[in-house]
């Protein structure tokens, strides 16, 4: 796994040192990154943390939102089996999501909000040093969430 995560940083500084600049430079790189995390995850002993590591970069480079909302969800279905999972790396990967969130919600797109709010709890639960803001994220993500439509009256 450390190796395809070398390989992935080679790859990147080639991609760069090429010329591929803008557009297919990112191209060039997301291919990158995500040929190594489908080779570490096809391993039979998954590095984590190099996982972690290699959906941040991806993250970083994400073309819009539903590419973005896409990985960290991959990375919650990916995760949420593992035990011992890095701290640090499961906070970011919380965090991200949440105030994703949290500026969908401040730009009035609640049913937005409500979907990366909901993620940040879901990957709140292999994310035990969040645990004690889990009443509190509720209590917002209940706040923000769209009231449903009401139902059409027979006339």
């Known amino acids: 796994a450390k190796v395809c995560v070398l390989m992935a940083r080679m790859a990147e500084d ?32 998954p ?8 959906i941040r970069k991806l993250y ?18 990916v995760l949420s089996g593992v035990a011992d999972l890095p701290g ?4 970011w990967l919380t965090a991200t999501a949440w105030n994703r969130g949290s500026h969908l919600s401040a730009f009035d797109a ?6 990366w709010m ?3 709890l879901n ?5 035990p040093s969040l645990q004690g803001r889990r009443t509190e994220m509720e209590h917002h993500l209940q706040a923000v969430s769209p009231a449903p439509a009401p139902e059409a009256r027979a006339a």
């Not at 590095?47 to 290699?54: G, L, P």
């Not at 640090?88 to 906070?91: L, Q, S, V």
């Open 14 to 45: 080639v991609c760069s040192r090429n010329g591929s600049k803008g557009v297919h430079g990112l191209a060039c790189m997301r291919r990158v990154f995500e040929e190594a995390l489908n080779k570490i995850l096809a391993s039979p002993a």
């Open 47 to 54: 590095d984590y943390v190099s996982v972690c590591y290699i």
């Open 60 to 77: 970083g480079l994400r073309k819009n939102d539903n590419e973005g909302f896409a990985l960290l969800e991959q990375a919650w279905k």
């Open 88 to 91: 640090d790396e499961m906070r």
């Open 110 to 115: 609640p049913q937005e909000a409500s979907k």
């Open 118 to 120: 909901q993620l940040a």
């Open 123 to 127: 990957l709140l639960d292999a994310t």
